[in-house]
């Protein structure tokens, strides 16, 4: 078993439904020198330093301090459960040398009584995700084969679809097991959905790697990222020939193509945010996340596509 931490109080809770008799390395991917309190294992985990170069560094880490044929990966914010190990080693017997990995069964539990909220949804969606990292055992074999992990992944983010991608498209099968994993729902904060568009970066590197069929091949949807770019394109429209009107003393021949690009922008930014507000509790405050952040979404998306498509181009 590998888990790689960031050091986050959810790690025990993972090792003690793994219990005390299960071979785990818990990957400490802090970075050097931090100033948080040591991390505080079972005697029987084995603890290995990354250095804080990212989750598929820290991954690669652990499976390389491993020696067994089979490894099986857990997030720290994840609980196995009841029967766990038992049921992966029943999920990875007789497994035919083609199959490369087995990925296990996520349950999301939502609250009970009301609709879940945005960033609820988004976790939830995680059971139906593929060859994510939250439970999935790989050959060591096939690991080597591949050279694990791409570490210029540096986000928990698609670095679990490339591997994935590389291994099929060498003939390696990957099946899902019976075996169950509960990822808890978490409020990671008023702005997370904000800080979540970092994985735009991402997105240009696996384009990059797989070409434009990449989503398709791991099962995924079209995201917004288009329309995201329209609505940010027409704010900046509409801003800027509003300072162009101000500053030319209110020249008329402007007026009318600020405010066509002002109301193009209102109104796919109301579209968006109504499509994250109809499906959810629709209480005051989720209100608010939801048309404060939608309002911020598209250019911070559009700017982590854009760096990420500078990175991968040099």
Same mark, same amino acid.
């Given at each position: 078993?590998?888990?790689?931490?960031? =050091?986050?109080p959810s790690?025990?809770?993972?090792l003690?439904?793994l219990?005390?008799?299960?071979?785990?390395i818990?990957?400490?991917?802090?970075?050097?020198? &931090?100033?948080?309190?040591?991390l505080?294992?079972? =005697? &029987?985990?084995?603890?290995? @330093?990354? $250095? $804080?170069?990212?989750?598929? !560094?820290?991954?690669?880490? $652990?499976? @390389?301090?491993?020696?067994?044929?089979?490894?099986?990966?857990?997030?720290?914010?994840?609980?196995?459960?009841?029967?766990?190990?038992?049921?992966?080693?029943?999920?990875?017997a007789g497994?035919?040398?083609?199959v490369?990995?087995s *990925?296990g069964?996520i349950?999301?539990? +939502?609250? !009970?009584?009301?609709?879940?909220?945005?960033?609820? @949804?988004?976790?939830? =969606?995680?059971?139906?995700a593929?060859?994510? %990292?939250a439970?999935?055992?790989?050959?060591? !074999? !096939?690991?080597?084969?591949?050279?694990?992990?791409?570490?210029?992944?540096p #986000?928990?983010?698609?670095?679990?679809?490339d591997?994935a991608?590389?291994?099929?498209?060498?003939?390696?099968?990957?099946v899902?097991?019976?075996?169950? %994993?509960v990822?808890p729902?978490?409020?990671d =904060?008023?702005?997370?959905?904000?800080?979540f *568009?970092?994985?735009?970066?991402?997105?240009?590197?696996?384009?990059?790697? &797989?070409?434009?069929?990449w989503?398709?091949?791991?099962?995924?949807? #079209?995201?917004?990222?288009?329309? &995201?770019?329209?609505?940010? /394109?027409?704010? +900046?429209?509409?801003?800027?020939l $509003?300072?162009?009107?101000?500053?030319?003393a209110?020249?008329?021949d402007? /007026?009318?193509?600020?405010?066509?690009?002002?109301a193009?922008?209102?109104?796919?930014?109301?579209?968006?945010?109504?499509?994250?507000?109809?499906?959810?509790?629709?209480?005051?405050?989720?209100?608010?996340?939801?048309?404060? %952040?939608?309002?911020?979404?598209?250019?911070?998306?559009?700017?982590h #596509?854009?760096?990420?498509?500078?990175?991968? #181009?040099?």
């Amino acid at each position: 078993m590998v888990v790689p931490t960031v =050091g986050r109080p959810s790690l025990r809770a993972t090792l003690a439904a793994l219990g005390p008799d299960v071979p785990v390395i818990v990957v400490d991917d802090r970075p050097a020198g &931090h100033d948080g309190a040591p991390l505080v294992t079972p =005697g &029987h985990v084995k603890v290995v @330093r990354s $250095g $804080g170069r990212g989750p598929a !560094a820290a991954r690669n880490a $652990g499976w @390389r301090a491993a020696s067994t044929p089979w490894v099986a990966f857990l997030d720290d914010d994840v609980v196995p459960g009841p029967g766990w190990y038992e049921a992966l080693w029943k999920d990875l017997a007789g497994l035919s040398p083609p199959v490369a990995g087995s *990925q296990g069964r996520i349950r999301v539990p +939502l609250p !009970a009584g009301r609709r879940p909220t945005d960033a609820e @949804r988004n976790t939830a =969606g995680l059971a139906g995700a593929l060859w994510i %990292t939250a439970d999935i055992a790989y050959r060591r !074999a !096939a690991l080597e084969e591949v050279g694990g992990f791409d570490e210029r992944f540096p #986000r928990a983010y698609r670095e679990d679809a490339d591997l994935a991608l590389r291994l099929t498209n060498r003939g390696h099968l990957l099946v899902r097991g019976e075996r169950v %994993t509960v990822h808890p729902v978490r409020d990671d =904060g008023f702005w997370a959905s904000v800080r979540f *568009q970092r994985g735009n970066a991402d997105d240009a590197l696996m384009r990059r790697l &797989h070409g434009p069929g990449w989503r398709e091949a791991i099962g995924g949807a #079209r995201g917004r990222l288009r329309r &995201h770019a329209a609505a940010t /394109a027409l704010g +900046l429209a509409a801003a800027g020939l $509003g300072v162009a009107r101000l500053l030319g003393a209110r020249r008329p021949d402007t /007026a009318l193509p600020a405010a066509v690009a002002g109301a193009g922008w209102a109104a796919l930014t109301a579209e968006f945010a109504w499509a994250r507000i109809a499906p959810g509790p629709r209480t005051p405050r989720e209100v608010l996340r939801m048309a404060v %952040t939608s309002v911020l979404i598209p250019p911070v998306a559009c700017a982590h #596509r854009l760096r990420g498509e500078w990175k991968v #181009r040099r």
